[in-house]
């Protein structure tokens, strides 16, 4: 029987191998468009079995696609589900009232999937039982969330930092270092035993003093020997971990100096449109300073420009009105150069905090950053840019800088140093930050 087709339809590579992997797990044929446009010029010439169609895409939106195709006799009867990071009932209802079946997370899980595909008769219920199951893309792991430039927040980052160089793992390879030494000491007390009979059935007379000794010495040792060993083993663990706390200390005291000095040098550059009131000056700093000392850093997998950070802008701009300030807002993204590397289906991840730097994928860093403007932003975040009342006046406006991993906040590891991927990981979530930046006509 002839293969069933799929086509998928997104402007990011990694959803689109990550979906595809999963699907021809289900001996599906899968075509891939990354955008709408090539979607719909594939249509003209082939007529897949499903369509999982993205939303927020250059250009034509997944919306506007599906409307089109339904529009179209020729591919009206093909089902579309949706397949994309929005949710809510009120998207669910407007997917599917422009002809869409549903709406897949692009987090899917195999339950979903599997039920989705039988519900479209794409796959049958005893084929599906007897496949492997397919992989699934993981969740990203949580990581710091914050990259905050006022003491407080640096304070409280540095004992988040402290808190997970938990001692655990090096009591756990401490207690495992312990029971092979405690079989090697075994061992050597049987094997003493052993020859020390042999030689009391030699000469039982001389030697019936001496095993007594042999054997008590033997076990005087294992037993005073076990617990030196177990307080050197673990004193030579808390000694690496206060050293990494200090460490990371003395990186985050550092890094505080520098943004209190690129603070006092961005009021330099601040000029409100009544720059002869000294009033105003004040205030548009302080409105600088509440911006910039604000939690603004966004987590592994997160849309940068969304939730906290549109609180701010809006909240700032505001401010800014208030005061008649002229210029334009920049709002920098700076992504953390993460640690990832590829399963054996090609999906990237975060590495294990125990991983070797080596293992990380360089290509993956290329592959992730720098993101584009649709994948910077959300759609709430992008409406308000549209319909805000402060930015429809035209005397202040809003710009976007992507500057990927250019210009780290804290410098990475050296590789002499040697470090994991959870140091290296740590240090990658507190550079995964949006700076605000006033910038006036000169």
């Known amino acids: 029987m002839a293969s069933k087709r799929a086509l998928v339809v997104d402007d990011s590579r990694l959803a689109r191998l990550s979906l595809c992997q999963m699907l021809k797990n289900y001996d599906l044929e899968v075509d891939t468009a990354d955008s709408a446009e090539d979607a719909l010029e594939y249509l003209g010439r082939a007529q897949p079995d499903v369509i999982f169609m993205d939303h927020m895409m250059p250009g034509m939106d997944g919306l ?18 949706m397949y994309t990071s929005k949710e809510g009932e009120v998207y669910v209802s407007q997917a599917r009232a422009l002809g869409a079946v549903g709406v897949l997370p692009k987090q899917v899980e195999k339950a979903e999937l599997d039920e989705v595909l039988q519900s479209l008769r794409i796959i049958g219920e005893q084929e599906e039982q007897g496949r492997t199951a397919p992989g699934v893309l993981p969740a990203a792991a949580e990581v710091p969330g914050s990259a905050a430039n006022d003491y407080i927040e640096l304070r409280d980052v540095a004992r988040d930092v402290a808190a ?8 756990d390879d ?26 009391y059935d030699a000469e039982r007379s001389a030697i019936a003093n001496r095993r007594f000794f042999v054997r008590f010495a033997l076990i ?19 000694e690496a971990r206060q050293r990494s706390l200090s460490e990371y200390e003395q990186l985050l005291k550092t890094t505080l100096a520098q943004k209190r000095e690129e603070s006092v040098g961005a009021r330099d550059d601040i000029t409100p449109a ?13 409105s600088l300073d509440w911006a910039l000392n604000t939690s603004n850093g966004f987590a592994y997998g997160e849309t940068p420009l969304d939730g906290a950070r549109l609180g701010i802008l809006r ?9 008649n300030y ?42 992730e950053y720098p993101l584009n403007l649709e994948e910077s932003q959300s759609l709430a975040f992008a ?28 410098p990475y590891p050296q590789a002499s140093a040697t470090p994991s991927a959870g140091d290296w990981n740590t240090i990658a979530a507190l550079n995964n930050r949006v700076e605000f930046r006033l910038s006036t006509p000169q």
Not at 274 to 286: F, I, L, N, Q
Not at 315 to 323: D, P, R, T, V, Y
Not at 344 to 366: I, M
């Open 315 to 323: 909240e700032l701009l505001q401010h800014l009105a208030q005061l």
């Open 383 to 410: 409406n308000f840019l549209r319909t805000s009342p402060v930015l429809g006046e035209g005397y202040i406006e809003v710009d976007i800088v992507l500057s990927g991993t250019s210009r780290p906040l804290v």
């Open 64 to 81: 506007e696609a599906v409307k089109v195709i339904k529009d179209n006799p020729k591919t009206a009867m093909i089902p579309i589900m």
């Open 164 to 171: 997970r160089l938990d001692p655990a793992p090096a009591l």
């Open 220 to 238: 005087s040792a294992a037993l005073i020997a076990l617990p030196l060993w177990y307080v050197h083993l673990f004193t030579q663990a808390e």
């Open 174 to 199: 401490i207690q495992r270092i312990i029971e092979q030494e405690h079989d090697k000491l075994k061992d050597e007390v049987q094997e003493s035993v052993q020859r020390a009979v042999l030689r």
């Open 326 to 367: 002229r210029g334009r807002v920049v709002l920098n993204v700076h992504n953390g150069n993460y640690c990832l590397v590829r399963s054996e289906t090609d999906v990237l991840t975060l590495a294990k905090p125990t991983d070797p730097l080596e293992r990380c994928d360089a290509e993956a860093r290329a592959d």
């Open 274 to 286: 009544a720059s002869d009131e000294r009033t105003a000056d004040t205030a548009v700093v302080r």
